[in-house]
């Protein structure tokens, strides 16, 4: 059964410094996602992206978050200069072009900045 | 925006006995209902989704149903096993659109044997 898979499964960084977390959304699926979970609070919205472009983006979304799709399987999440508050596990997320409108969940990256 | 909100945060239910989580939501748009099951460790698994054109769904054990009117929807485990202990979250969403989810806090069930 295809999944969607996220590299690496834990990131350990210094403030300040950029992350790039990957993912490789599944192989039909057109629409993609990033989400994020703070320990024991919900999965929040991170940004959508449909056709090479950003579709929508949430306020936690600021310039120093950048997502791209530099080839036709990976889709990765840039985060330039991490904050101590940007520790969290990051998911992805992929769906299909219409259908039912479900998104699978990758099995997250655990970012943890110090 | 949309807000959703989910209670109980925990749920602790005897082995056989079901259990019922609940969600309201703030936003008539919202048309797309899933539930997903978060086991420790891993991301969000898709259990069971419902839209807005339907008031109930069955899934063998899982059952979700919706008031659209109230803007509620509730999970319905029956027969709970061990293996269904987990971190439960309700999102909702418009279909149209890029359709990010708006999660519930989630809640954390607990199977006793």
């Known amino acids: 059964e295809p999944e969607v898979t996220q590299t690496p499964s834990h990131q350990v960084t210094q403030m300040g410094q950029e992350v790039i977390l990957r993912c490789v959304p599944i192989?039909?699926?057109?629409?993609f996602y990033w989400y994020r979970q703070i320990l024991g609070q919900k999965v929040e919205f991170l940004v959508s992206?449909?056709?090479?472009?950003?579709?929508?983006k949430s306020e936690i979304f600021d310039d120093q978050f950048s997502v791209e799709r530099p080839d036709g399987s990976n889709f990765t999440l840039k985060i330039r200069s991490t904050k101590l508050e940007d520790s969290a596990m990051y998911f992805c997320?992929?769906?299909?072009?219409?259908?039912?409108?479900?998104?699978?969940f990758g099995p997250g990256t655990r970012l943890t900045v110090l | 925006g949309e807000n959703v909100e989910q209670h109980p945060s925990t749920l602790s239910v005897q082995e056989g006995d079901s259990a019922v989580i609940k969600c309201t939501y703030s936003d008539s748009a919202s048309n797309y209902f899933p539930w997903y099951k978060q086991e420790l460790g891993k991301g969000p698994q898709l259990i069971i989704d419902?839209?807005?054109?339907?008031g109930e769904k069955k899934d063998q054990r899982i059952a979700v149903t919706l008031n659209k009117t109230a803007k509620h929807f509730s999970l319905h485990i029956t027969e709970t096993q061990p293996e269904d202990s987990a971190v439960y979250f309700c999102?909702?969403?418009?279909?149209?659109?890029?359709?990010?989810?708006?999660f519930g806090q989630g809640t954390r069930l607990t199977i006793n044997p």
């Open positions: 992206f449909y056709n090479n472009e950003i579709s929508e």
């Open positions: 192989s039909n699926h057109l629409y």
């Open positions: 999102a909702a969403t418009p279909i149209q659109g890029a359709q990010k989810l708006v």
């Open positions: 419902i839209r807005s054109n339907v």
């Open positions: 997320a992929s769906r299909v072009r219409g259908g039912r409108g479900e998104q699978f």
